[in-house]
């Protein structure tokens, strides 16, 4: 396969071409990073792909001078390079693991080119899953999700055609935080929320974990991913992040997939399209890591981000999309210190108080959506950075 | 589905029965019971099937003069009856619950008739599972295990072709003598081993559950089911009963099923090829039941049952019979009080030992080491009776 890989820079990004590396059957005809190009330009004399953006263009610039007239590789930037990459004739599958809405654009151009997808990148779902989950059925491409929750759940429900899924066990570790109060979460800074137990990840993402808001997001994504209603999603905490999902089945039978907290099993799964082959470095579950799997409840009332997560999938529409980006944002203000930790779902519940919602938006209201809950979340905490929508 | 129910008077054959009453699609072809003519008469009543095999002649001449002419169900007997109801024109699914090496005739012709099957019985698939798995492969019928753990590891290798199953992690209770140690078991009287802690079986089951040469018989059967060696089919011991089987694939990433211990989920998925449908009184998990998962390795010095059985199916050949013949001699001898409980596993040593292995036997072959072994066990403890091969 020929692959396209939106975000080349990031976690997911490297992961998927140290797995290029051992699989002799996955070549990269694309690649592309928000500015890192310093990695990015070792990345493209080992790949050697056709195009490249950079979306900022002032790193584009410097990238495209200092490869010379004899690189072969064709440099773009901004949204119309990346969509250039997503489309690129070259390529059959695209990764898109870069970070944020910024992702939503490019998926859908790549499915109307008839690219396979291999999603790492939520927001695209969780703001335009009823966009595009019909759009890539009718186009009759693959979209198979790369976060390891969803994959679990996807490889659940392999060979369970006409089987309904009833309910949808979606885990969680819990975070660093997990069996403390609300008030014991007050004092939180930046360095106490940047640990994570399990997953090696970005400095968003693991206030998302931390806070459960990355648990919210999971079930919007699985609402659209596989058409399973929000109150037929149970969030279920599970220490150890061994088992990364569950499915329900009409029968009373549960089926889940378990493994290692290594990302490069969802990616190979997603990008070999079901194969599954062993990889170097590839890790097994033994006795040890089996000894004590445990499920809890999650409590709601203290990591309310989960709680209103569910209540913007059950509402669907562009409450989804506020959802996102008054966290966003919120949580940009406290990683820079200027908002506390609770201020974080405080803020996503005011934002999605005020917002009135539009039933079935096309990508015009939700890039709405996301700059009135962006501009909501600065005026009700005087933030004067303008953080506007990219996309 | 039209449907023979080869043991309709034991717990599988009762429960298959129920949900017949249930689902709309299912009907019943043919009966056959070794001697329960009370319970038998009902359900010919009821179900109205073509023809019914009562084993026992003198039950089945019973049953023929209690029905009267007006009954239109042909009444046959022996094995010869037994064989009848498996090839039986009217049926396209025989489910085959009866118990013990009785179901290897009916099995293998009932394959030959073109009949799909749903495999209850452990016995044909421990001793000629090398006949019957390429049998049925060329004769392209189904052939689904019933048993929980095997049925779990059927549905986690569904949409999964092309992937090998590296390891099967194949789940057991442990019995009600987990954590004891060889010398504690010394005492064992047949009260104490018929408690089992999760599932509700009968006498000889229950004791095979306790000695874990019930699992050692789930190795072989696995082993010939699903083609993996007997080195790769780890047993795991998980308390709760919860995960009935789990498969690991070339990624590392491991599929597993869990479930109440209700053994109609696996019926019900076996007879409907491999549809899920809710069925009245079915349980499903919640957080209660998924609190504390834990998985063991099991003790194969006080179990040396389990050991043995695997040791049977490294080695294959008529070995597998030989454990099985074994066991159920020195079962029936515990059970009426003649040997004591270390003498089980003491005596399916001795049998193995003694016996010298015929590779890839024919059911002559099999049929032969059978005998043998029970010889072999009637003269090492001094047992009188006969209870010679009935197949």
Redesign the interface.
């Known amino acids: 396969m020929r692959l396209s890989v939106l975000g080349s820079t990031g976690s997911i990004g490297r992961q998927t071409l140290e797995l290029a590396r051992c699989f002799d059957d996955m070549s990269i005809g694309a690649l592309a990073a928000f500015g890192n190009i310093d990695l990015i330009e070792e990345q493209i004399h080992e790949f050697d792909p056709e195009i490249c953006c950079i979306y900022n263009e002032e790193k584009a610039k410097e990238l495209k001078e200092r490869l010379g007239h004899s690189c072969k590789t064709r440099i773009v930037s901004g949204m119309e390079g990346l969509i250039e990459c997503a489309v690129c004739e070259a390529v059959d599958t695209v990764l898109i693991s870069v970070v944020g809405m910024i992702g939503i654009r490019p998926t859908i151009e790549a499915i109307k080119a008839g690219k396979n997808i291999a999603q790492a990148n939520k927001e695209p779902i969780v703001c335009a899953g009823h966009i595009i989950m019909p759009l890539a059925e009718k186009m009759g491409v693959r979209l198979i999700p790369v976060d390891s929750e969803h994959s679990a759940i996807y490889?659940?429900?392999?060979?369970?055609k006409?089987?309904r899924a009833e309910k949808l066990w979606l885990t969680a570790s819990g975070g660093p935080f997990r069996g403390r109060k609300r008030e014991e979460l007050k004092g939180i800074t930046p360095a106490d929320a940047l640990k994570h137990p399990s997953w090696n990840m970005g400095a968003k993402i693991t206030i998302d974990s931390s806070t459960l808001v990355n648990k919210g997001l999971e079930v919007i994504e699985a609402h659209y991913l596989f058409g399973v209603p929000a109150d037929d999603i149970i969030v279920?905490v599970q220490p150890g992040s061994v088992v990364h999902s569950?499915v329900?089945?009409?029968?009373?039978?549960?089926?889940?997939?378990?493994?290692?907290p290594?990302m490069k099993?969802p990616i190979?799964?997603a990008l070999h399209n079901?194969?599954?082959?062993?990889?170097e470095g590839?890790?097994?579950?033994g006795?040890a890591e089996?000894?004590?799997?445990?499920?809890?409840?999650p409590d709601m009332d203290t990591f309310k981000g989960l709680r209103l997560g569910i209540e913007a999938c059950r509402r669907e529409g562009t409450l989804t999309t506020v959802y996102n980006a008054a966290n966003e944002e919120c949580v940009a203000a406290f990683l820079s210190g200027r908002i506390g930790y609770l201020d974080i779902a405080d803020g996503i519940e005011a934002a999605m108080k005020a917002h009135r919602v539009t039933d079935d938006p096309d990508l015009d209201k939700i890039f709405e959506a996301e700059r009135e809950a962006r501009s909501f979340i600065r005026g009700l905490y005087n933030l004067d950075e303008d953080r506007g929508s990219r996309c």
């Open positions: 490889q659940c429900l392999r060979g369970e006409g089987n279920a569950m329900q089945f009409e029968d009373g039978a549960i089926k889940a997939q378990l493994g290692s290594d099993v190979a799964y079901e194969r599954r082959m062993a990889y590839r890790k097994t579950l006795f089996l000894a004590d799997i445990r499920f809890e409840a």
